[in-house]
T-cell receptor
Framework: RKEVEQDPGPFNVPEGATVAFNCTYS??????FFWYRQDCRKEPKLLMS???SGNEDGRFTAQLNRASQYISLLIRDSKLSDSATYLC???????????FGTGTRLQVTL | EAGVVQSPRYKIIEKKQPVAFWCNPI?????LYWYRQNLGQGPELLIR????????DSQLPKDRFSAERLKGVDSTLKIQPAELGDSAVYLC????????????????FGPGTRLTVL
């Protein structure tokens, strides 16, 4: 079983739609959680951290369920510019080691 | 502020040839990472440096891969000899000191080197 699992997609949604991605992780000792965004043929960039209480950044909402070991990302009012791959990332242990999921590809269309 | 710099951006070589990648992290970042990203996959850590010390190289295929960060700044990753399966994007990332500054958990990635082995 992979440490971090995501549905690779692609998710094809029209502009203005709401879309949600889920991610599961296997190590219950994992401490920190993030969503990174990666545009086509570009490097990954931090989108947002994920906190236990849930957190929001504009149109993006991230949630963590430690009991079920899953993380979610909700994007409201999708824009064409949201088209990218969204990587679920987990940090386990005191070291700065991150484990990345395979990514979920989002394509927002007119 | 300049980001993580990598070179070359693209490299095409024949199998069994050697290849080297170079990375210059963000100034002041003492932690440096090398990742490999295969098509359709997330980045996978190859090696992590704290200053000049390799503190996690458990995923580095040591029979053909080597890395160094001699003065705790720039780093090189080498493959010798390259195999067809090494075709991937090699990403370098850096992060700031864990005991100070904002964004401790954020890793900043360079643009990567896209390697094609023929």
């Amino acid at each position: 079983r992979k440490e971090v699992e995501q549905d690779p997609g692609p998710f094809n949604v029209p502009e203005g739609a709401t879309v949600a991605f889920n991610c599961t992780y296997s190590n219950s000792a994992s401490q920190s959680f993030f969503w990174y965004r990666q545009d086509c043929r570009k490097e990954p960039k931090l989108l947002m951290s994920v906190y236990s209480s849930g957190n929001e950044d504009g149109r993006f909402t991230a949630q963590l369920n430690r009991a079920s070991q899953y993380i979610s990302l909700l994007i409201r009012d999708s824009k064409l510019s949201d088209s990218a791959t969204y990587l679920c990332v987990v940090k386990t242990g005191t070291a700065s080691k991150l484990t990345f999921g395979t990514g979920t590809r989002l394509q927002v269309t007119l | 502020e300049a980001g993580v710099v990598q070179s070359p951006r693209y490299k095409i070589i024949e199998k069994k040839q050697p290849v080297a990648f170079w990375c210059n992290p963000i100034s002041g970042h003492n932690t440096l990472y090398w990742y490999r990203q295969n098509l359709g996959q997330g980045p996978e850590l190859l090696i992590r440096y704290e200053n000049e010390e390799a503190v996690d190289d458990s995923q580095l295929p040591k029979d053909r891969f080597s890395a160094e960060r001699l003065k705790g700044v720039d780093s090189t990753l080498k493959i010798q000899p390259a195999e067809l399966g090494d075709s991937a994007v090699y990403l370098c990332a850096s992060s700031p000191n864990r005991f100070g500054g904002r964004g401790y958990n954020e890793q900043f990635f360079g643009p990567g080197t896209r390697l094609t082995v023929l």
